[in-house]
């Protein structure tokens, strides 16, 4: 199995781009979560969604984020538009729900520089 | 969920045991206590996860008294490649796996 697929590894953009992250889960895993890595905060859950459907995005720190799940195999994680302070290394991770494992995996990061 | 209270930073040797404490003193009954494994420039490992007593895997060693108000990680025979930082976490049985990370405790393992 490939693991947890993230893209782009690195992206470096300006103040007020707007910008896309990916994600492609294991397959076979219905719960799918974004996290939001920095010095200051430390690792963060910003959104999760289970069978596609978003279950908490309590931790999604304002409207300029946005996240999708079209479908079992892709999310995305949008930022618009967005800031310097968004810089950080954002994972994503998939896990199969339920029963009592707290197994997640979690793909490589897309690490976000915002100039 | 329970808040976790765990050391910032550790130091030992190769070959040595290490044991890491975690301190969870409002666990609730259907709480289970899961350590994660992250190492620089990547992403959280699942280690391994307990409800009581004792539970072992080719990794690692949790050890969790009866009163479940803590728990230790054993980490045999560490070696340089150890180095890493490590979470507790209480995660709430049933529902969609969240996991709330702390600051975690930076093991540094020095030849």
């Known amino acids: 199995d490939a693991g947890v697929i993230q893209s782009p590894r690195h992206e470096v953009t300006e103040m007020g781009q707007e910008v896309t992250l990916r994600c492609k889960p294991i397959s076979g895993h219905n719960s799918l979560f974004w996290y939001r890595q920095t010095m200051m905060r430390g690792l963060e859950l910003l959104i999760y969604?289970?069978?596609?459907?978003?279950?908490?995005d309590s931790g999604m720190p304002e409207d300029r984020f946005s996240a999708k799940m079209p479908n079992a195999s892709f999310s995305t994680l949008k930022i618009q538009p967005s800031e310097p302070r968004d810089s950080a290394v954002y994972f994503c991770?998939?896990?199969?729900?339920?029963?009592?494992?707290?197994?997640?995996?979690f793909g490589p990061g897309t690490r976000l520089t915002v100039t | 969920l329970a808040k976790t209270t765990q050391p910032i930073s550790m130091d030992s040797y190769e070959g040595q045991e290490v044991n890491i404490t975690c301190s969870h003193n409002n666990i609730a009954t259907n709480d289970y206590i899961t350590w994660y494994q992250q190492f620089p420039s990547q992403g959280p490992r699942f280690i391994i996860q307990?409800?009581?007593t004792k539970v072992t895997n080719e990794v690692a060693s949790l050890f969790i008294p009866a009163d479940r108000k803590s728990s230790t990680l054993s980490l045999p025979r560490v070696s340089l490649s150890d180095t890493a930082v490590y979470y507790c976490?209480?995660?709430?049985?049933?529902?969609?796996?969240?996991?709330?990370f702390g600051a975690g405790t930076r093991l540094a393992v020095h030849p």
């Open positions: 991770a998939s896990s199969r729900s339920g029963g009592s494992s707290y197994e997640q995996y």
């Open positions: 307990g409800y009581k």
């Open positions: 969604f289970n069978n596609n459907v978003p279950i908490d």
């Open positions: 976490l209480v995660t709430s049985s049933g529902g969609y796996n969240k996991l709330i």
